[in-house]
């Protein structure tokens, strides 16, 4: 095929695309007052969360999946171009400071590596074989999930990573924004957001990111609440790695022990600053030592360790 011919094909395939759509509509945006082009990027991002509404069941299924493969120990990885790559990026950033896991357990890929994060990487998003490569250094098992994210669904990086995956036997789960896409097809899982066509032509950092980061707010949080990692809604393993995270971990130990401060002080002393360990000593009457153990033996479920001790 002749590059002409390919970029014929490949403009014909964008054209078919609900996010690639144009609306004469909005043709004359730029000369609108400001507050009403705010008015209509905000009308525009409230239907976001009713687009994902309708996929939840499938969203459900397929944390499930993740949790079940990650409390044997496998890992969460994130594979995306531009905008959808930054956002795996940054949902497995936050995972280590808000569940205290190991950072090698969710990891994002970025097409063209992390110079990719700030700058464009040229063609990297056009190749199947750098996602094979990206992957490949990571040995995958059964046990590890690869989340393809594309708003189009047809990005050859993000279809590659999980063409890859599902060949080396692991979970895959393709998330889109199109209906129809060849990112949902290749994966165990395919999860399309169908936003509409954007406020800018074919901009797809705006509602389609929107609906990308509210699926991964949900895949990780989710299945970190599967894995024992909170306490109700209390982030029991969050780390405290900072004056904020250790007011935050004082907090957390109060909210669900009604400890006074001096109680929770020398728990949170007498438990290295663990604050799952730290509720445990003030709930169950255990020491240091014994509530490392019953949460060790009840991996890490803190309600499951309470249940033990008593």
Do not use: W
């Amino acid at each position: 095929m002749t590059s002409t011919s390919h970029s014929r094909d490949l403009r014909t395939e964008l054209e078919s695309l609900t996010t690639e759509a144009f609306r004469p509509e909005l043709a004359d945006i730029d000369r609108l007052p400001t507050l009403d082009i705010a008015r209509l990027m905000n009308g525009e991002d409230a239907t976001v969360a009713g687009a994902v509404a309708a996929r939840l069941p499938g969203i459900a299924a397929a944390i499930d999946a993740v949790a079940e493969r990650m409390a044997r120990g496998g890992r969460l990885v994130y594979a995306g171009a531009g905008t959808a790559g930054r956002l795996g990026i940054l949902d497995a950033s936050e995972c280590p400071p808000t569940f205290n896991t190991d950072p090698s357990r969710v990891v994002g890929l970025i097409a063209g590596g992390p110079d990719a994060v700030v700058t464009s990487v040229e063609g990297a998003e056009d190749s199947r074989d750098l996602a094979r490569t990206d992957l490949e250094a990571l040995a995958l098992t059964p046990d590890d999930t690869v989340v393809g994210i594309s708003a189009s669904g047809r990005t050859p990086y993000a279809v590659g990573a999980v063409e890859h995956a599902r060949a080396r036997g692991c979970l895959t789960i393709g998330l889109a924004c199109n209906p129809g896409s060849p990112l949902a097809a290749a994966a165990d899982h395919g999860i399309e957001i169908v936003v509409g066509p954007e406020l800018l032509t074919g901009s797809t950092r705006l509602k389609s990111g929107t609906a990308q980061k509210l699926v991964l707010n949900m895949i990780s949080t989710i299945t970190m609440i599967r894995l024992g990692k909170t306490y109700g809604n209390l982030m029991v393993d969050v780390r405290a790695s900072n004056d904020k995270l250790r007011a935050r971990s004082h907090r957390i130990v109060a909210l669900a022990t009604g400890a006074g401060d001096k109680e929770i002080e020398e728990a949170l002393t007498a438990t290295d600053g663990e604050v799952k360990n730290a509720i445990l000593t003030i709930l169950a009457g255990v020491d240091g030592p014994t509530a490392a153990r019953l949460l060790e033996e009840s991996g890490g479920h803190l309600r499951a360790a309470l249940a033990a001790s008593g």
